[in-house]
């Protein structure tokens, strides 16, 4: 089994009701800092300020009335938890979240106004604990990303970003299991374009792009990354397959290039984003990654939630 | 003679090579905060991050070469200058900004590196400056707002608002001396729409509202505001009158409304603006300005020139 377009396309119907068409747009005023034609597709201003929740309402729609009263579980950095206690809340049944102790505390608090129960973790134990309390509780267990229903979520964005930028040439997706970018190229490649799909990791953190040299499944040490969405070590056995297949390339992004992306979007294109959302756009800027002058260029803004205290990083960084 | 619909739709072509059609766009994850439709017309994504640049465009391409050849001359707190100085520099001719002392230094750079020539002047004496300027040396002045040419450039975000958004209901515009709005109601109200048209301007600086109160132009005291923005003292001979015909009502935003107004479209709607663009955002939010829950409301963002650092006055306010 794997993701099919018509997975996607199905998941686009299903999640219409409960999410948003996010706008595209052209931002000319970056393009002489990019050197490309530089379009954002912006799940930034997303419900729930993030993309996750395509991926999740995609899992709940799917799931029997039984599953639905018994409830569900995840573990999250943030991003995903809030999606997953806002769709919750929706469809008015029980949400548990296992965050991780490093996740910024404005986006624990959001998880707990939609309602949902939150239990502390590390990044390491996460998974092990949800899948220890989901089968004793019999709660359904949604992973961020390796799993072929939120793929499919988030796949929609693909097929958005064919109908609204039908002559894209290059698209780059922040990586950090691969749910997106998996769902993305999927989209992209089984609908016949002839878009180039890119992931972009931080360079602390490169698990595709070492999984991918090594041509299978590799854990790496993270060595520090501000990009508090992009924290995981090792691909997902479900991800990790499509991204092989389809992915033209995978790029990393400097700590330095995140900031000056983050920045660069903030002053230049008046748009507000994660630092993990601008791991492509700072790494275009910083000259980690080439790209064509006559090419459109399209960046997923994968988030915009953050604390008006974190801009405080980015204080001191030059883009220009 | 007054601004006439055709004015609009002749500026809309004329101008099209040189300036963008900005982005109309709904902000869902505003209108719990707003309590209405809220959708917003992003003219800080306009090239020189400011609505200034279509009025000035407009003019230019109405000289004839003898007047390009002399060059032209502008006094402006900012935006405008930089429209000036972009502008000439598009058409290869020479540009002098007259700049209040009040501005802030990134505003001043920017008109610099375009090739224009700054002289420091102050809000009370630049146009007396200029004007003298002008007759001695031949300059084409060209007016920030009291000149149809201007209005009718700015007047076609009014048709671009009608195009994107055909049944609006509300739109709100910032007013400082009152081009923009002038320009948005005439093309509104000549063409057909039966949209309400609103200028918002500073509590501290109500020359508008004191002037339709009293029925005649009336200069105010500026009692300080920190829109960098709206600073005019007195409406124009030539936008009030229009004022006074097309815009349905006039209200004022507090100091404590455009900033809450600024950080919740920041954080929540993800956009950046000058906090003169958030006066109407602002008095909605704050309660100064009350809006119906079924309407569509439009609000005009006038610019997105601002420094980094003036994101700290923001930083401890609440906007919730």
Redesign the interface.
């Known amino acids: 089994m794997t993701l099919k377009l018509s997975d996607i396309q199905e998941a686009q119907t299903r999640i219409a009701p409960y999410t948003?068409k996010t706008?595209l747009?052209r931002?000319?005023?970056l393009e002489e800092y990019l050197g490309c034609e530089v379009y954002v597709k912006?799940e930034?201003?997303q419900?729930t300020?993030a993309f996750k929740l395509r991926g999740v309402m995609n899992t709940l729609l799917q799931l029997s009335d039984e599953q639905l009263k018994k409830g569900i579980i995840a573990s999250s950095s943030g991003n995903h938890g809030h999606a997953i206690a806002y769709g919750a809340k929706m469809l008015g049944i029980k949400a548990i979240v296992a965050v991780q102790d490093t996740a910024p505390t404005f986006k624990k608090e959001k998880i707990l106004e939609h309602g949902a129960e939150i239990i502390p973790t590390t990044v390491e134990e996460r998974f092990k604990l949800t899948e220890d309390l989901a089968e004793e509780h019999g709660y359904e267990l949604i992973h961020p990303f390796n799993d072929y229903r939120v793929m499919a979520g988030q796949g929609t964005i693909g097929l958005e970003i064919l109908e609204q930028l039908p002559d894209v040439d290059q698209i780059f997706v922040p990586a950090s299991g691969g749910g997106i970018l998996s769902g993305i190229a999927t989209a992209v490649k089984e609908s016949g374009s002839s878009a180039k799909v890119h992931g972009v990791e931080p360079f602390n953190l490169p698990k595709y792009n070492v999984s991918l040299k090594n041509e299978e499944i590799t854990k790496v040490e993270n060595k520090g990354t501000i990009a508090d969405g992009l924290v995981t070590v090792v691909p997902g056995d479900k991800t990790f397959p499509i991204v092989e297949k389809y992915v033209d390339a995978f790029h990393t992004a400097t700590e330095e290039a995140m900031k000056m992306g983050q920045?660069l979007l903030?002053?230049e294109?008046?748009?507000?984003?994660e630092i993990s959302s601008s791991v492509g756009i700072g790494a275009v800027l910083n000259k980690e990654i080439e790209v064509n002058p006559k090419d459109k260029v399209c960046f997923v803004i994968t988030g915009?939630n953050l604390g008006?205290e974190q801009?405080d990083y980015?204080?001191d960084i030059d883009y220009k």
């Not at 294109?269 to 984003?273: D, H, N, V």
């Open positions: 948003l706008p747009l931002l000319h005023n912006l930034n201003m419900l300020k920045k903030l002053m294109g008046k748009i507000l984003a915009g008006f801009l980015i204080k």
